[in-house]
């Protein structure tokens, strides 16, 4: 204290004065408690100024106590360039490129999420139009080549009794059986007129002209059905193929696109990181 020491006598010169002593022990008095109040408001102020000091934050980087505190221009953040960050005071500039950084990752994830699941469904639409024309060219192939058809049946069974092997063995045959029928209609078509209207010789001819009637329009049908699903498994073939290579184009292009974009939003990842580092780095 600046008054430790100070005599209790006062100086020869304000005895001078004529002061008496309960005036000098006064004036002590009183100098005494205003060096005791600047004394304490040193320490305090010393106090003050030091914790002050030890919460403010002295540089980009360095150590903080309390997520996002500020002081100054700093905000205290995780440390965005360490994988186990601790927090750290940062800039404004710091914080908006580990924004962008971190942006740029996520809009990386989605995109690759989401373009890998279109590329994969229409890989696997392309995948169900090759196994449709599989299908289609094997019917096609069995009914062309291996389908065993009926051409005739033993009377009064559903036993064939005469066969074709293959959509134009068949239809060779069932035209034949056309103009057999055709040839039977005429038959007896001349018999009848011949006949007696309302014999039993017209009756019976007419009955095997309506028989072979129904034969022609059976086979006929049969004929009819046959190239129907020829043409039907043909225009499926086509339609795959088609199809397929559609597909495959989308396909081929989404990867291309895919790949393309990719090698992009990284090339701005990248770019993102070293702003990042850049702005973080500022002043360390």
Not at 85 to 106: E, F, M
Not at 115 to 132: I, P, W
Not at 152 to 162: H, I, K, L, N, Q
Not at 200 to 214: E, P
């Amino acid at each position: 204290m600046i008054l430790q020491g100070y005599p209790l006598e006062l100086p020869r010169a304000a005895e001078d004065l004529g002061l008496s002593k309960e005036s000098k022990m006064k004036k002590l008095t009183s100098r005494k408690f205003a060096s005791v109040l600047v004394a304490g408001a040193l320490i305090l102020g010393g106090s003050v100024a030091f914790t002050a000091s030890a919460n403010a934050a002295g540089k980009q980087g360095t150590a903080c106590t309390k997520l996002n505190s500020k002081s100054g221009v700093y905000t205290c953040v995780a440390n965005p360039l360490k994988t186990t960050p601790k927090l750290v005071w940062a800039t404004a500039n710091c914080i908006s490129a580990q924004a962008g950084y971190l942006g740029s990752i996520t809009d990386l994830a989605t995109y690759t999420k989401n373009a890998s699941n279109a590329t994969t469904q229409a890989q696997s639409l392309l995948a169900s139009y090759q196994n449709a024309l599989t299908v289609a060219q094997n019917s096609l192939n069995e009914i062309m080549n291996t389908k065993v058809f009926p051409i005739e049946y033993t009377p009064g069974t559903r036993t064939p009794s005469v066969t074709a092997i293959g959509f134009n063995a068949a239809i060779a045959a069932y035209t034949a059986k056309l103009a057999a029928d055709q040839a039977g209609i005429d038959k007896y078509t001349a018999a009848l007129a011949k006949d007696v209207v309302g014999s039993v010789q017209a009756k019976s001819d007419q009955k095997s002209i309506n028989a072979y009637q129904l034969g022609m329009k059976s086979r006929q049908s049969t004929i009819d059905l046959l190239k129907r699903q020829v043409a039907r498994i043909n225009t499926t073939i086509t339609n795959d193929q088609t199809s397929i290579a559609t597909w495959t184009s989308t396909v081929n292009g989404s990867i291309a696109q895919q790949k393309e974009l990719t090698a992009q939003l990284k090339a701005s990842t990248t770019s993102a990181k070293s702003t990042r580092a850049l702005a973080c780095k500022t002043g360390l």
